[in-house]
C-alpha cells in the first residue's frame, strides 16, 4: 500500500527552514527593533507604542524581574491579561530576563486558575486588576509570592490614563473589590526596573519560551512545554508561508484573537513582529460594533481570527461599510472555516479567508493554505516547510492517499513534552518523534490535507461515521441559520443519531426547514434526527463552539 508521508509544500516557499538563525525569541525581536526602530509595533485604545519604545519597556521590566524580584533563569511568570499593551511588555520582558511566560485565561475560575499556577510552579503573576478578586480566592493555596497588578489605562499617558481606570473602576464597575498585600503595580515595576541594571541573559533553544496549557478536552488541562526553538521554527515557517504576500515594515494587523492562545501568540505577536508589522490590539472583540470602530481607524492589510468572529463581524451592518482597498490577508484557524462564511467574507472583502490548521503542541501552525489562494477550498492547506504528516489507521499504520485516518505531525515546532507529565507525553509522541493529533485527516488527490473532524467528535449511525463539521457545513449554508453546532446522542436502534443545535438568523426558521435542507445535501444517515434552536451556543474564550458542553448537557437531560 502507497503510504502517505507527504511533504508538498507551496510552490514558491523554501521547503525547508534554518532554526539556527537564531537562538531565541529575544533575538529575534531585537533583530526586528534594529530594522524598523520607529515604525509603530502596537496600537491598542488609541496609544501606539514603536518596535524601539517597545524593546525600552521590555527591558525594564525584564530588569524589574532579574533585580527586584530575583528572578532566575526558567522560574515560571504567569500573564493573566487580555489584548493591552501591557501584555507584549510583560511577554517579551519576561523572556527577555530568562524566564517561562505561563499564559492565563482571564475568564478562568478559581478552580482553574488554581490548577494551572500550582502546576506550573509559578510564583510570580503579572495579572489585571479586573481579575485580581479570582485570585484572591486561591493565592493562598499556590506558590505565589510576586504579584504585579495592571490596570487597563496603565499605558495610555498622562491624563488618558487616569480618565480610563476611573471609567472602568467607578463607572462601570468592571473591578470587583479585591485585596493582594504586597503587590506592586504595573507601572511602579517599570519604573523601578529602569532604575537598575538590566544583564543581559544567555537564552538556547532548549530554555523553555512558555508553558501553553491545553483546553483540558480530553482531561485535565496540561501545559505544553514550548521551547524557544519551538516558538522560533514556527516563526520562520508561518513567517515564510506569510511573506509570499506580506511586505515587510507595512502591514496593519487586527489582533482580536487573545493574544495568550497559541494561534495569536505565534501568528501575530511573533510573525507579524518579525515582519515589522503594526499589531492593532482588540482589548474585548465581544464588543462588535466597537471592535467594527477599531477596524475603521487603520488601513488594515490583515486579520486572523476563527469562524464565529468572522461570522459575527459579516452580520454586523457597520462592517459592511469599511473601506477593504488595504486589505489582503485573513487567516482562519482555531476551528474550522465553513464555507458559507468563507464565501460570504470573499463576496464582502474581495479577500480570499485562508484556513490553516495547527494545534497548541505544535506551536501551533502545521498547514497552511496557500495565501495567495483565490477561493475558499475546504482543506487546511499544505504542510508548512520542515514539516511531515502521515495519515494513520486505526492500527497505528500509515494509510493510503484518499484514506481517512488520524492526522500525524512531525516537525521543529513540535512541543518538547507536557510539563510534568511523561506519561502523557508518551502517548502522544511515538519514537519517531511524530505527534498524534487526535485528528482524523485525509490528503487529496492534489496533495492538499483536508480536515474530517476530531476523533473523540466523531458519530456512528448504524455503522457509519458522521463527521459534525460536514453537518455543520451544510447546516450553516442555509441562509435562516447564524451559528451551528453538531454532536451524536444516544439511539436505541442505531447506537447514535444526529443532532443539531442552531442559533437562528431569520427567526421564522423551523426544524422542518433545517432537516429539508440537510435531507437535500447529506446522505441519510448524516441527516439531523433532531434540531434544537437556542439562542446562543457555548463557547470557549476564543469563540470557538464546545460541543463537549453541548454533549454534557444531552448528559445530563437523561441522568
Known amino acids: 500500500m502507497e503510504k502517505v508521508w507527504l511533504k508538498n509544500y507551496q510552490p514558491g516557499v523554501a521547503h525547508e527552514i534554518d532554526i539556527n538563525q537564531f537562538q531565541s525569541i529575544v533575538e529575534v525581536f531585537d533583530r526586528s527593533v534594529t530594522k524598523f526602530r520607529d515604525r509603530p509595533a502596537m496600537a491598542n485604545m488609541d496609544k501606539v507604542l514603536s518596535y524601539g519604545e517597545l524593546q525600552a519597556l521590555t527591558v525594564q521590566f525584564a530588569s524589574f524581574l532579574q533585580n527586584t524580584l530575583q528572578l ?9 491579561m487580555p489584548n493591552l499593551l501591557q501584555y507584549p511588555v510583560a511577554v517579551f520582558g519576561t523572556l527577555r530576563a530568562g524566564g517561562t511566560v505561563v499564559n492565563v485565561n482571564p475568564l478562568y475560575t478559581p478552580r482553574e486558575l488554581e490548577h494551572q499556577l500550582n502546576d506550573s510552579g509559578a510564583e510570580t503573576i503579572v495579572i489585571l486588576e479586573n481579575f485580581a478578586n479570582v485570585l484572591q480566592d486561591v493565592i493562598g493555596r499556590t506558590k505565589v509570592k510576586n504579584v504585579i497588578i495592571a490596570s487597563i489605562g496603565d499605558m495610555l499617558g498622562f491624563p488618558k490614563r487616569l480618565l480610563v481606570n476611573f471609567v472602568v473602576r467607578k463607572i462601570k464597575k468592571m473591578v470587583p473589590p479585591w485585596n493582594l498585600p504586597g503587590h506592586i503595580r504595573f507601572n511602579d515595576a517599570l519604573a523601578a526596573g529602569a532604575a537598575q541594571s538590566f544583564k543581559p541573559v544567555q537564552i538556547g533553544h532548549e530554555d523553555i519560551a512558555f508553558l501553553q496549557y491545553t483546553g483540558g478536552t480530553t482531561g485535565i488541562s496540561k501545559g505544553a512545554m514550548l521551547v524557544h526553538r519551538n516558538i522560533i521554527a514556527n516563526m520562520l515557517q508561518a513567517g515564510s508561508w506569510v511573506k509570499a504576500v506580506a511586505r515587510e515594515g507595512q502591514e496593519v494587523i487586527i489582533t482580536a484573537l487573545p493574544l495568550y492562545h497559541i494561534f495569536s501568540l505565534t501568528a501575530n505577536l511573533m510573525v507579524f513582529t518579525e515582519l515589522g508589522a503594526l499589531n492593532v490590539l482588540i482589548t474585548n472583540p465581544r464588543d462588535i460594533p466597537g471592535f467594527v470602530k477599531e477596524i475603521k481607524k487603520y488601513r488594515v492589510t490583515a486579520i486572523t481570527g476563527v469562524n464565529t468572529l468572522f461570522n459575527a463581524l459579516l452580520h454586523n451592518p457597520d462592517f459592511l461599510t469599511v473601506d477593504f482597498s488595504s486589505w489582503r490577508l485573513a487567516l ?41 489562494i483565490k477561493a475558499y477550498n475546504g482543506t487546511i492547506g499544505l504542510p508548512v516547510p520542515s514539516t511531515d504528516i502521515e495519515i494513520r489507521g486505526a492500527d497505528g499504520q500509515a494509510l493510503p492517499q484518499g484514506e481517512q485516518g488520524e492526522l500525524c505531525i512531525k516537525g521543529p515546532q513540535v512541543m518538547k513534552g507536557y510539563w510534568n507529565r511523561p506519561d502523557e507525553t508518551a502517548k502522544v509522541i511515538d519514537e519517531r518523534g511524530f505527534l498524534a493529533t487526535g485528528d482524523m485527516a485525509m490528503v487529496t488527490p492534489d496533495g492538499f490535507v483536508k480536515l474530517v473532524d476530531r476523533k473523540k467528535d466523531m458519530i456512528l449511525v448504524s455503522g457509519f461515521n458522521v463527521y459534525p463539521n460536514e453537518v455543520e457545513d451544510i447546516v450553516a449554508s442555509h441562509p435562516g441559520v447564524l451559528e451551528v453546532a453538531c454532536i451524536g446522542v444516544p439511539d436505541d436502534k442505531s447506537g447514535e443519531v444526529v443532532k443539531v443545535f442552531v442559533v437562528k438568523k431569520d427567526p421564522a426558521l423551523t426544524e422542518k426547514d433545517v432537516i429539508h435542507h440537510c435531507r437535500e445535501n447529506l446522505t441519510g444517515y448524516k441527516v439531523p434526527k433532531m434540531v434544537e434552536f437556542r439562542s446562543e451556543l457555548p463557547k470557549t474564550n476564543v469563540g470557538k463552539i464546545l460541543r463537549r458542553a453541548l454533549r454534557d448537557q444531552e448528559v445530563g437531560k437523561q441522568a
Do not use: F
Not at 532566575?72 to 493573566?80: C, I, L, P, S
Open 332 to 372: 482562519g484557524g482555531g476551528m474550522a472555516v465553513q464555507k458559507a462564511v468563507a464565501d460570504k467574507w470573499k463576496q464582502v472583502t474581495g479577500v480570499t479567508l485562508a484556513e490553516a490548521y495547527g494545534l497548541t503542541e505544535t506551536s501551533p501552525a502545521a498547514c497552511i493554505n496557500p495565501l495567495d
Open 72 to 80: 532566575q533563569k526558567g522560574d515560571r511568570v504567569a500573564v493573566m
